[in-house]
């Protein structure tokens, strides 16, 4: 009998805890070599924290990590990195600003002996082969990642990763931005550097994928490992059932004949210089209206131009009267609100607490006379927290250590606190556990019964 490879990964009783909240508790796992290790979980399950531990984000309270059999500290990312591990978060960490090449050579730049000085021309041939390698050999390395699409600048932080010589990539939900045909692409990256003996660490909401991809997938709940089975055995309905420890169930939709509501939202011959090209829709009291596309079919501009962020000509109108929206203050105002596609970076005030990022946008309602009223915050503050299942130690946790998902509600619960008559959610559920979306829909259609016209944007298109 052949004997089994080490782990090249293995975690012994490791606890996180935050004020409040055991965010992982004694986790016990081991990576194997040349695997694709699938995390699952609902959101707050504790996969990110999971993550931030390996990348050096974070500091365990307690446990080991090991790493090729030798306990491990890892203080930083630098350390993660030296070690060998590179991470790819969801959410882009790229400069706007620098090349593809230069973000793409970040890593061998800081890692130089030569202080203060770059080969520009290696940094292209370097940006040049692994942009080859995941399906963008023609894209020039010079431009600036700022003038990407999302899914482009998606493919760039893995070839920023790669760039690295990783023995371990971390993948945090990799094609949330990316369309069908790229997220194959991706895959079979993926599987080519599995035979190359590269272990990918997967996580995503994406339970069908996971099944097609992993070798073997670990469930975590509420901060515990429930389990870990191989993925040529396990099924769908196992992992929800793992997942959520109860049975996940979508309500059947009301379709109402809504043909004699009032139109809440009109749009007519909206335009914005090359992008959006002559749309025209309505959106009716009580209605849900989707918007589906790639992401680039140009469906992200006008959402910018809806809630005041684009400049724009044709005509909106909100309840039959047609104005000029400039700006979000005057969509607010309109009784309009925009929930963004790009959670942390435009949705969330992530130094903030959940209380201030709820009341953020209705100040006037728990203020008099330019004072903030403590009692009308915290009361603002819970009545969302409670009723769409923030799961957090409290009002006060910073917003930088909730989950994705419980991100979201927060972003919802600020929303819902101006009380609009138009709702607009642009990919409301990118990232969202199967729980947590089922949550949601069942809050949206709350909305939609009770009179609010909802406008969704998405590009998953079951949604």
């Known amino acids: 009998m052949e004997n089994q490879p080490s782990p090249i990964i293995r975690l012994e009783n490791i606890t996180k805890k935050f004020p409040g909240v055991v965010a992982l508790d004694r986790i016990n796992l081991s990576i194997m070599p040349g695997e694709v290790h699938a995390i699952v979980g609902e959101n707050g399950a504790g996969k990110s924290t999971l993550m931030n531990l390996l990348a050096g984000e974070l500091q365990p309270d307690e446990g080991t990590i090991f790493f090729e059999g030798i306990p491990q500290v890892i203080t930083d990312p630098l350390v993660s990195q030296k070690l060998g591990i590179s991470v790819v978060f969801q959410e882009l960490a790229l400069c706007q600003n620098l090349t593809i090449a230069e973000n793409i050579s970040l890593w061998q730049a800081s890692t130089s002996s030569i202080v203060g000085l770059v080969n520009r021309k290696t940094f292209e041939q370097t940006a040049r082969q692994y942009l080859s390698e995941l399906g ?36 945090d939900e990799p094609n949330s931005a990316l369309t069908q045909e790229e997220s194959e692409h991706l895959f079979a990256i993926i599987r080519k550097l599995r035979e190359r003996g590269k272990t990918i660490l ?15 997938i670990t469930v975590l709940r509420d901060g515990k490992l429930v389990d870990t089975l191989v993925a040529k055995d396990a099924t769908i309905k196992d992992l929800i059932r793992l997942m959520v420890g109860r049975e996940i169930r979508v309500e059947g939709r009301d379709f109402r004949d809504l043909s004699d509501a009032a139109v809440a939202l ?22 849900i209206v989707g918007i589906a596309g790639m992401p ?35 969509a607010i105002r309109e009784g309009m609100y925009l929930i963004p596609a790009d959670r942390r970076g435009s949705g969330a005030f992530l130094a903030l607490d959940i209380q201030d990022n709820i009341i953020a946008s209705n100040l006037k309602a728990v203020s008099q006379s330019g004072i903030l009223r403590t009692r009308a915050k915290r009361s603002m503050a819970n009545k969302f927290f409670s009723s769409l299942d923030i799961r957090a130690s409290g009002l006060k946790q910073v917003m930088a250590t909730l989950s994705g998902g419980n991100q979201q509600k927060v972003i919802l619960a600020r929303g819902l606190a101006t009380e609009p008559s138009i709702l607009v959610l642009h990919e409301p559920t990118r990232g969202i556990d199967v729980g947590a979306k089922s949550e949601i829909y069942r809050i949206l259609q709350n909305l939609a019964a009770q009179g609010a016209a909802i406008l969704i944007v998405s590009s998953e298109l079951p949604e």
Do not use: M, W
């Not at 009109?266 to 209605?287: A, C, F, H, K, Q």
């Not at 079919?297 to 400049?311: A, H, I, P, Q, T």
């Not at 047609?322 to 203050?329: E, R, T, Y």
């Open 296 to 330: 680039d079919s140009y469906k992200d501009e006008l959402v910018e131009c809806l809630f005041g962020l684009r400049s724009y000509e044709g005509s909106i109108c909100i309840h039959g009267k047609k104005g000029q929206i400039n700006s979000p203050n005057d």
């Open 136 to 171: 963008l050999p023609d894209i020039d390395p010079r431009l600036p990642v700022g003038q990407l699409s999302v899914a482009k600048q998606q493919l760039v932080e893995i070839a920023k990763a790669l760039s690295t010589q990783a023995q371990v990539l971390i993948l």
């Open 202 to 216: 997967y996580i995503s909401h994406h339970l069908e994928e996971v099944l097609a991809l992993a070798d073997r």
């Open 266 to 287: 009109e749009i007519e011959d909206l335009r914005s210089p090359g992008t959006v090209n002559g749309v025209s829709l309505n959106v009716r009291i009580g209605e």
